[in-house]
């Protein structure tokens, strides 16, 4: 497969990229760039943070996957990722990528220590619905911006969920034409913003479901997903997940992503683990992490 630079994955129109010089270390053929922290930054700093927010972490290595993926490639994706420190704002963290073309390994190290590693894998694609969908408007309408944890309309990725057969189900809402999660592929879903959409229903879920006070601090422990790399956006899309008991601190989530009319097989699947302190727990454990770093 051919390489090509990360610049080519951005539009004209597009924020800046998240990643610094991209630099092959000698010998691997390894891939190593420091993640930009742009506390400014609308989307992943859409409400104050004392740390670098999981969703960049997530979309400077898949950003970075990029360079060794060839730019016609239409199959799927497969990626996990585990988080296993607080990565603070200072300094900006290293993210290296192992492997070759279609598999690599990935780790995010800040003062030595690793905050995150896993994999992703490209692998041929299965068939994409060639079809549109529609769905009725009211399903449209934007989730509660405090269920999701976002501050800002245009920031919010899923429609208010609603209940059906033993479902609870959210349709994907497509980012404005200019936001950091657009995309590259102009009318195609990006695998970054469906994750996003993912990560805000498996945060509205133990909020209404088990009723996770909305002060909650919640602690992203791991994702899994597998997506199709071209989906269209004429194809609205819904996140489903089946009701299942969401215990009092920490939640597992497997959600389908389906046609939005339930017309279809899943398309992709999407896991995420995390963990909730209340804020005075999040409060100790933020003193003891400083203390012992």
């Not at 390489?3 to 691997?28: F, M």
């Not at 400077?60 to 730019?71: I, K, P, S």
């Not at 300094?91 to 003062?111: N, Y």
């Not at 041929?124 to 934007?142: L, M, T």
Request: glycine share 8%; proline share 9%.
């Amino acid at each position: 497969m051919k390489q090509r630079s990360p610049a080519t994955a951005l539009r004209d129109d597009a924020p800046p990229g998240l990643l610094g010089p991209v630099d092959r270390l000698p010998g691997t053929g390894d891939r190593m760039a420091r993640l930009r922290v742009d506390q400014s930054d609308p989307f992943y700093f859409d409400h104050p943070l004392d740390h670098v927010p999981g969703m960049l972490l997530v979309c400077g290595m898949a950003e970075l996957a990029r360079t060794c993926a060839d730019d016609d490639y239409d199959g799927r994706v497969r990626a996990a990722m585990t988080f296993r420190n607080v990565c603070e704002l200072d300094p900006a963290p290293t993210l290296l990528l192992s492997g070759g073309t279609e598999r690599g390994d990935v780790q995010i190290i800040q003062d030595s220590v690793t905050v995150a590693d896993g994999w992703f894998e490209f692998s041929p694609a299965a068939d994409v619905p060639g079809r549109d969908c529609r769905i009725e408007a009211s399903r449209s309408v934007p989730a509660s911006a405090a269920l999701v944890h976002r501050a800002r309309d245009e920031n919010i990725m899923i429609g208010e969920p609603w209940h059906s057969g033993g479902y609870v189900n959210a349709l994907v809402l497509p980012p404005p034409r200019e936001h950091r999660l657009a995309g590259h592929r102009p009318g195609m879903h990006a695998a970054e913003h469906l994750l996003e959409a993912g990560r805000q229903f498996s945060t509205w879920l133990p909020h209404r479901i088990a009723r996770w006070p909305l002060d909650a601090c919640m602690l992203w422990i791991g994702v899994t997903a597998d997506l199709p790399v071209r989906l269209p956006r004429s194809l609205a899309v819904a996140l489903r997940w089946r009701e299942a008991p969401i215990t009092s601190a920490k939640a597992k989530f497997h959600l389908d992503l389906v046609p939005a009319d339930g017309r279809g097989p899943a398309l992709g699947s999407l896991r995420f683990a995390s963990k909730t302190l209340s804020p005075a727990e999040y409060a100790r454990f933020r003193d003891n992490r400083r203390t012992t770093s």
